[in-house]
């Protein structure tokens, strides 16, 4: 029976890898999963790291841990580095120590934004932000400290029904709060990604540790849409109608830059014949379907 860490298993991702681990192949064969909270888990310190990964003695670690307040980064950007640079400099250490594959995750932050077609895993990086930068180094650390036992997932636009730590929900949530509270809402019509269900997410990362699969892989559900197209649908399939309109990346003047267009192309997992992701619409019904929201229609 193999053991497999789970760092952040409270968050958005990590709490669907709990609930869905005992129907996963790894769960059904009897593999243990140990789940381990922020509280119980601090990636910056590296003897806790050391520590507490040499008990385990897992085969897999799996990383969720991250500083991921995009605009807080801005101005903390030193935290941000000690998160999502060192901290994965040092899971990386262990886990080589230990003969352990890590598995992390990362960001369509990466990218610049300025291509016109979906980007994929071998385009070069390019972040605009101290997030996105702060991301980037912890690829690197990643991919040179264990070159061939790691997997790097990127993804995008998060969402599950833990909510994320940190942000107090997620956009979807936010988005039905300020509905409701009868606030007018103006959300970005000029950055295009595509919105992922950490559920859907959860899934094929199940079925990429089946394959023991190692490298970059873009995972997020398929289709596109930007910020503002993607609140539209949250009030069409809810039937609600506030005050709603769209703004630019300017007008909104939040502190840090996002890529205008960052949409990934799932082409490693496709390739592996992995089960490409649903629309992103699809899984934004199912996702308010589970959180318990009414939808306006079947």
Not at 70 to 87: M, S
Not at 137 to 150: C, K, N, Q, S, V
Not at 182 to 196: K, L
Not at 224 to 249: M, Y
Request: glycine share 10%; with cysteine.
């Amino acid at each position: 029976m193999a053991r497999v860490a789970l760092i952040g298993s409270n968050g958005q991702l990590g709490s669907d890898i709990v609930q869905m681990w005992p129907a996963s192949p790894a769960g059904r064969r009897g593999d243990e999963l140990v789940a381990l909270t922020h509280a119980e888990f601090e990636v910056t310190d590296f003897d806790q790291v050391r520590s507490v990964l040499t008990g385990v003695g897992p085969s897999v670690v799996i990383n969720t841990a991250a500083f991921h307040r995009v605009d807080d980064c801005e101005k903390q950007a030193a935290a941000a580095f000690q998160v999502n640079a060192l901290g994965v400099k040092y899971l990386a250490e262990v886990c080589r120590d230990l003969g352990a594959t890590l598995m992390h995750f990362s960001t369509d932050y990466v990218f610049d934004g300025a291509s016109e077609e979906p980007y994929v895993e071998e385009d070069a990086t390019c972040p605009i932000s101290a997030y996105g930068i702060s991301k980037e180094a912890g690829e690197h650390f990643l991919r040179y400290t264990i070159p061939d036992d790691h997997i790097l997932v990127r993804s995008s636009g998060l969402y599950g029904v833990a909510g994320a730590s940190g942000k107090g929900g997620n956009f979807v949530e936010t988005m039905i709060r300020l509905a409701r509270e009868e606030r007018p809402i103006r959300v970005v019509d000029d950055q295009c990604s595509c919105p992922t269900y950490t559920a859907d997410l959860a899934g094929v990362l199940f079925d990429l540790m089946e394959r023991s699969a190692r490298g970059t892989y873009h995972i997020t559900n398929s289709g596109h849409c930007t910020w503002f197209q993607f609140a539209g649908e949250i009030f069409n399939l809810l039937g609600l109608s506030p005050d709603f309109g769209p703004t630019t990346s300017a007008e909104f003047g939040a502190p840090a830059r996002r890529p205008p267009y960052s949409v990934l192309a799932n082409k490693r997992i496709e390739a592996l014949g992995v089960a490409q992701p649903r629309p992103w619409q699809d899984a934004l019904r199912a996702y308010l379907e589970a959180r318990g929201h009414q939808t306006a229609r079947t």
